[in-house]
Each structure stands twice: as structure tokens, then as C-alpha cells.
């Protein structure tokens, strides 16, 4: 069974403090390790897609990166309005392409 | 491009009464998903579809039907609602499996 573990629950940041959030999977042959933010209220966003250990994609102040068993969100001098939820989702191989999600990590950044 | 859309935006049932959630999605998207969403949690996936005319189950499908008789239309379906089902119901569709997903902003669904 795929699994999606994301730490911490909660993070409290000054602004200008930078950070990173973390994603721990398991999954039989990952297709891809997707990045999605979810402001209050709406539907998640999707930011990014990784789908090999040691790929790096970057957006603004954020970064994602990839290994065997985990991937981080490094959030370089945060702004308020990068306060959200961030979600990571893990695909596996195979034929049916079912995403398994973390519970998320709740960002509030502090001016 | 109105991306994903789901109707209605808040509802509140009684238990025992049916309904249909809606979503349509006009990116010509062949895969498409409902998730629920309970609070402090993520997103755990209900029914999907790889193309039209296909669905099937996924984590937590009991008490709920599907059907994709179109590539747009993927609508869900309580049949006798329950409290338990109180949630935020979420579709999404992409491209295809290893796609990121398009979300619709959600039905809020409340059952008394």
C-alpha cells in the first residue's frame, strides 16, 4: 500500500525565515511526487511534478527536490502570502495511476 | 477555459436522502477523480475514471456511485447520505495518469 507522510503538521515562520517542509513515501515504482498548495476555501494548486531521484524544480521562492524515499519543499525568505496548506501526492506505476496524498502542512507566515 | 467546475458549492441533507454532485471539466482531460477531504486531513480518493464509459473504486468508495458517460461530465452519486459523510468533496481531472491534476474548488457538504 502507498503511503505519505508529511512533516510537520504545522510551521510558524517569520517573514524572511526560511524553511523546509518535508514529504516521506512508500510506493511500488513512483510515476511522479506531485507539490500542491491549498488556500482556504479552495481547491489544491497544483506547483510542481517530480518523477526522478535527484531532479530539482524551482518557482519563485520555492524549491522541490527528490530522493529515494523523500522529497522537501524548501520556502527561501517567505513572504505572508505564502501562508497555505502544501500537499504532496505520490502516483504509482502500473495501469491505474491512482494519486496517494499526505495530510498536508499547514505554512502561516508572520510579517 | 473554465477548468474545473463542480455544482452546487454548499449543500445540507438529511440522512437518508440522495443526491448528485456535479463536475465538468472542458480541457478534454481523459482522467478524472473525486476526493474527500475531512478537516485537518488530506485528500483521500473515492471513485476515478481513465476515459469515458470507464470508473472504478478507489480508497473509500462505500456509500457513493459514479458514472462517465461523457469525457467532460464525471458526476458522484450518495444514495442514502449518512453523517459520516459530511465533507468537502473535491474533483480533479488531468491529461493523463503521471499528469498533475486540475481541482475544482469543492462542494461543501453538510448531513444532519
Known amino acids: 500500500e502507498d503511503q505519505v507522510t508529511q512533516s510537520p503538521e504545522a510551521l510558524r515562520l517569520q517573514e524572511g525565515e526560511s524553511s523546509s517542509l518535508n514529504c516521506s513515501y512508500t510506493?511500488?515504482?513512483?510515476?511522479?511526487l506531485f507539490w500542491y498548495r491549498q488556500d482556504p476555501g479552495k481547491g489544491p494548486e497544483f506547483l510542481f511534478t517530480?518523477?526522478?531521484a535527484g531532479e530539482e524544480k524551482e518557482k519563485e521562492r520555492l524549491k522541490a527536490t527528490l530522493t529515494k524515499k523523500e522529497s522537501f519543499l524548501h520556502i527561501t525568505a517567505p513572504k505572508p502570502e505564502d501562508s497555505a496548506t502544501y500537499l504532496c501526492?505520490?502516483?504509482?506505476?502500473?495501469?491505474?495511476?491512482?494519486?496517494?496524498f499526505g495530510d498536508g502542512t499547514t505554512l502561516t507566515v508572520k510579517p | 477555459n473554465a477548468g474545473v467546475t463542480q455544482t452546487p458549492k454548499f449543500q445540507v441533507l438529511k440522512t437518508g436522502q440522495s443526491m448528485t454532485l456535479q463536475c465538468a471539466q472542458d480541457?478534454?482531460?481523459?482522467?478524472m477523480s473525486w476526493y474527500r477531504q475531512d478537516p485537518g486531513m488530506g485528500l483521500r480518493l473515492i471513485h476515478y475514471?481513465?476515459?469515458?464509459?470507464?470508473?472504478d473504486q478507489g480508497e473509500v468508495p462505500n456509500g457513493y456511485n459514479v458514472s462517465r458517460s461523457t469525457t467532460e461530465d464525471f458526476p458522484l452519486r450518495l444514495l442514502s447520505a449518512a453523517p459520516s459523510q459530511t465533507s468537502v468533496y473535491f474533483c480533479?481531472?488531468?491529461?493523463?495518469?503521471?499528469?498533475?491534476?486540475?481541482f475544482g474548488d469543492g462542494t461543501r457538504l453538510s448531513i444532519l
Open positions: 480533479a481531472s488531468s491529461y493523463n495518469k503521471g499528469q498533475p491534476q486540475h
Open positions: 510506493v511500488s515504482g513512483l510515476r511522479g
Open positions: 517530480l518523477y526522478s
Open positions: 501526492a505520490v502516483q504509482a506505476g502500473g495501469n491505474a495511476g491512482k494519486s496517494t
Open positions: 480541457m478534454n482531460h481523459e482522467y
Open positions: 475514471s481513465v476515459g469515458a464509459g470507464i470508473t
